[in-house]
């Protein structure tokens, strides 16, 4: 049956079939905002500047922690293996970047010591740092690398010593300096208030081998202890060698470019002194 409409009841008509397609689309668009929009698991939107929201995001880690590697101006990196490729020998003699850039590319450690800075930062709720802990990945020290040694010709001061830890000690600790017996966090903590952030310099000791180790914090936030591991600045492990005596070749880098250095160079610069 055709059902005709005058010039009234067909605007009527058109209009309320106008509203009912808004209303749809009203639907679909409060449908995709509740299936796209964050849940309880997902990225919250920030508030605008100035505002507070009423309660933290519970995905919100509690703790932050960073590591940067902090060698001082004269430092040296040592390789195990001299490079054997003509490409590798010309990178080490002609390398622009210094030393550590291009020993860390090709596995190396620092020689007599290496400095970390770590940086820790409360997140949404206090809590306490109760020990920042040297896990070895060996129970003893492998013999030092005495492939390449690499050198940095500043003449900078060594990097005061906050906290150290003997690495050819079968269970390293850190300890203050000058108390080199007393575990440093056996009578310390450090507590953190929301977002408050406290740096502590670490410097790592070899004095007779090679040692890889990992670093992992221990803390406590509301009642329950938690851990939490330190990514290493490079690599997959924090490493440190002691000097040696028998580098195949070293090199000495400076600002106006590399040199070659002889065996009694390489032994002054590595602190290998007297096994020279």
């Not at 509203?19 to 919250?44: M, N, R, Y």
């Not at 060594?158 to 830890?165: H, N, R, S, T």
């Not at 180790?213 to 600045?233: E, H, I, M």
């Not at 028998?246 to 002889?262: F, N």
């Amino acid at each position: 049956m055709v059902t005709f409409f005058t010039g009234t009841e067909h605007r009527t008509a058109a209009w309320s079939f106008l509203v009912g397609v808004l209303s749809a689309l009203v639907a679909v668009v409060t449908l995709v905002v509740d299936v796209w929009g964050p849940d309880d698991g997902g990225s919250a939107a920030q508030p605008a500047a100035g505002s507070s929201s009423a309660s933290p995001s519970p995905s919100e880690p509690d703790l932050y922690v960073t590591a940067v590697s902090a060698p001082d101006d004269s430092a040296c990196m040592a390789l195990a293996d001299p490079p054997t490729s003509l490409a590798d020998r010309a990178e080490l003699a002609a390398a622009d970047s210094g030393p550590f850039e291009l020993a860390e590319r090709h596995g190396g450690a620092m020689v007599g010591q290496s400095v970390i800075d770590i940086t820790l930062q409360g997140g949404r709720r206090g809590l306490t740092v109760n020990s920042i802990d040297v896990m070895p990945r060996t129970p003893e020290v492998a013999p030092p690398y005495d492939g390449v040694l690499l050198c940095s010709g500043g003449q900078g001061e060594a990097a005061k010593i906050e906290l150290a830890a003997d690495m050819d000690a079968p269970a390293p600790y850190l300890y203050k300096e000058g108390s080199p017996s007393v575990r440093h966090f056996a009578g310390h903590t450090i507590t953190l208030a929301p977002q408050e952030q406290v740096a502590v310099k670490a410097t790592f000791l070899a004095n007779e081998g090679y040692r890889e180790f990992d670093l992992v914090v221990r803390y406590t936030v509301d009642g329950k202890r938690r851990s939490l591991a330190v990514q290493p600045p490079s690599g997959d492990a924090y490493a440190v060698t002691a000097p040696s005596s028998t580098y195949d070749l070293g090199y000495l880098y400076m600002v106006t470019g590399s040199s070659r250095m002889s065996a009694r160079e390489m032994c002054d610069a590595s602190g290998a002194k007297e096994e020279c």
